[in-house]
C-alpha cells in the first residue's frame, strides 16, 4: 500500500468514527440533559469537520511537484494543522457559552447511567483510532493526520472527564458539576488548539530541522570528509512530510566531473537513507588556498 493510501484511508476511519460518536453524544445528551455530554457532542462536530480537512489535505499534499508548484504541494498540510486548530478554538468558545448559561439555569440530569456509558464508549473508540492514527502520522511524517491525531486524543481525556463528572453528580447530586465540568473540557481543549497552531505556523514559517536532525546532517557530511575540503551554509527546512535539505562543499579543483558528480551523489544517498522523504541539494565550490602576502618585515 503507497503512502497516500495509508493516509487517506486512515483519515477516512476518522471520519467514519467522529461520525458515529456525534450521534451518539447527541441522543445522550438530548436524553439526559447534561451540557457536558453536548459540549463534547460540538467538540466531535468539530473534529468531524478536521477529519475531512485532514483528508483532504492529504490528498493535496500527494500531489507530486508541477510547473506552478515546483517543490511540491506538502505545506497544505501545515495550512490544515492551522485550520483545525482554528477550528478547536471555536468549539471551545461554544461550550464555555452553553456551560455558562447552563450554571444560570441549571437542570438535573437524567439517565446518567447512559450518559456515562456513552462517554465511556466514546473515549475507548478515540483512543484506537487516535493511536492508529497516530501511528500512521509518524511513519508517514504527516501533520495533517498528527493534528487529527490529536484532536481525538484531547477527546478521550475530555469523554472520561465527563463521565467522572456525571459519576460525581450522581453520587453527590450536586448538578453545578456539569457545567463546571465542561468548562474545564474547554480549557482543555484550548490548550490543545494553541500547540497545534504553534507547530503549524512554525512550518510554514520555514523553521529549520530540530538540532538532532541537523546533527546528523552534519555527522554524515563529515564521513565524506576525505573527500571535501569543508561544507558551509547548511539550510534546512521542512515542508509537509518533506524535508529540504542544502549546503555548499568545497572540493578540489583539479577533480573531474565525474568525481565531483559521485561525491554529490553519496551524499544525497546517505542523507534520504538516514531521513524519510528528503531533497538533498548540493551547491559545489572549488577549494582556493588563500596566499597571505609578507608583511613589511618580509614575514609571510
Given at each position: 500500500?503507497?503512502?497516500?493510501?495509508?493516509?487517506?484511508?486512515?483519515?477516512l476511519?476518522?471520519?467514519?468514527?467522529?461520525?458515529t460518536?456525534i450521534?451518539?453524544?447527541?441522543?445522550?445528551?438530548?436524553?439526559?440533559?447534561?451540557?457536558?455530554?453536548?459540549?463534547?457532542?460540538?467538540?466531535?462536530?468539530?473534529?468531524?469537520?478536521?477529519?475531512?480537512?485532514?483528508?483532504?489535505?492529504?490528498?493535496?499534499?500527494?500531489?507530486?511537484?508541477?510547473?506552478?508548484?515546483?517543490?511540491?504541494?506538502?505545506?497544505?498540510?501545515?495550512?490544515?494543522?492551522?485550520?483545525?486548530?482554528?477550528?478547536?478554538?471555536?468549539?471551545?468558545?461554544?461550550i464555555?457559552?452553553?456551560?455558562?448559561?447552563?450554571?444560570?439555569?441549571?437542570?438535573?440530569?437524567?439517565?446518567?447511567?447512559?450518559?456515562?456509558?456513552?462517554m465511556?464508549?466514546?473515549?475507548?473508540?478515540?483512543?484506537?483510532?487516535?493511536?492508529?492514527?497516530?501511528?500512521?502520522?509518524?511513519?508517514?511524517?504527516?501533520m495533517?493526520?498528527?493534528?487529527?491525531?490529536?484532536?481525538?486524543?484531547?477527546?478521550?481525556?475530555?469523554?472520561?472527564?465527563?463521565?467522572?463528572?456525571?459519576?460525581?453528580?450522581?453520587?453527590?447530586?450536586?448538578?453545578?458539576?456539569?457545567?463546571?465540568?465542561?468548562?474545564?473540557?474547554?480549557?482543555?481543549?484550548?490548550?490543545?488548539?494553541?500547540?497545534?497552531?504553534?507547530?503549524?505556523l512554525?512550518?510554514?514559517?520555514d523553521?529549520?530541522?530540530?538540532?538532532?536532525?541537523?546533527?546528523?546532517?552534519?555527522?554524515?557530511?563529515?564521513?565524506?570528509?576525505?573527500?571535501?575540503?569543508?561544507?558551509?551554509?547548511?539550510?534546512?527546512?521542512?515542508?509537509?512530510?518533506?524535508?529540504?535539505?542544502?549546503?555548499?562543499?568545497?572540493?578540489?579543483?583539479?577533480?573531474?566531473?565525474?568525481?565531483?558528480?559521485?561525491?554529490?551523489?553519496?551524499?544525497?544517498?546517505?542523507?534520504?537513507?538516514?531521513?524519510k522523504?528528503?531533497?538533498?541539494?548540493?551547491?559545489?565550490?572549488?577549494?582556493?588556498?588563500?596566499?597571505?602576502?609578507?608583511?613589511?618585515?618580509?614575514?609571510a
Amino acid at each position: 500500500m503507497n503512502s497516500w493510501d495509508r493516509k487517506s484511508k486512515v483519515a477516512l476511519l476518522s471520519i467514519f468514527s467522529n461520525t458515529t460518536l456525534i450521534i451518539m453524544k447527541i441522543i445522550a445528551g438530548v436524553l439526559s440533559g447534561s451540557v457536558s455530554i453536548i459540549s463534547e457532542a460540538i467538540h466531535s462536530g468539530m473534529d468531524l469537520i478536521a477529519s475531512f480537512i485532514a483528508f483532504f489535505s492529504v490528498r493535496q499534499s500527494s500531489k507530486p511537484a508541477d510547473r506552478k508548484h515546483p517543490y511540491g504541494h506538502g505545506k497544505i498540510e501545515n495550512v490544515s494543522g492551522i485550520a483545525e486548530g482554528l477550528l478547536i478554538f471555536v468549539a471551545a468558545g461554544l461550550i464555555i457559552k452553553e456551560a455558562i448559561e447552563k450554571i444560570y439555569n441549571p437542570g438535573e440530569i437524567e439517565l446518567a447511567s447512559l450518559a456515562i456509558a456513552v462517554m465511556t464508549a466514546s473515549a475507548l473508540i478515540n483512543l484506537l483510532v487516535s493511536r492508529k492514527l497516530y501511528k500512521v502520522a509518524e511513519e508517514e511524517d504527516s501533520m495533517a493526520l498528527e493534528a487529527d491525531a490529536l484532536h481525538l486524543k484531547t477527546d478521550v481525556y475530555t469523554s472520561i472527564g465527563v463521565a467522572l463528572g456525571l459519576v460525581l453528580i450522581k453520587v453527590t447530586g450536586l448538578f453545578i458539576l456539569d457545567p463546571i465540568v465542561a468548562i474545564l473540557v474547554a480549557l482543555l481543549i484550548i490548550k490543545e488548539a494553541w500547540v497545534l497552531c504553534q507547530s503549524a505556523l512554525e512550518y510554514l514559517m520555514d523553521t529549520k530541522l530540530t538540532d538532532l536532525e541537523e546533527d546528523k546532517i552534519v555527522e554524515i557530511i563529515e564521513k565524506h570528509g576525505h573527500k571535501i575540503k569543508d561544507f558551509h551554509k547548511l539550510k534546512t527546512r521542512k515542508s509537509g512530510n518533506i524535508k529540504h535539505i542544502d549546503f555548499h562543499i568545497t572540493v578540489d579543483p583539479h577533480l573531474t566531473v565525474d568525481e565531483t558528480h559521485d561525491i554529490v551523489g553519496n551524499l544525497k544517498k546517505a542523507m534520504c537513507e538516514e531521513f524519510k522523504y528528503t531533497r538533498v541539494n548540493v551547491h559545489v565550490d572549488p577549494y582556493r588556498e588563500v596566499l597571505q602576502l609578507p608583511d613589511a618585515n618580509g614575514n609571510a
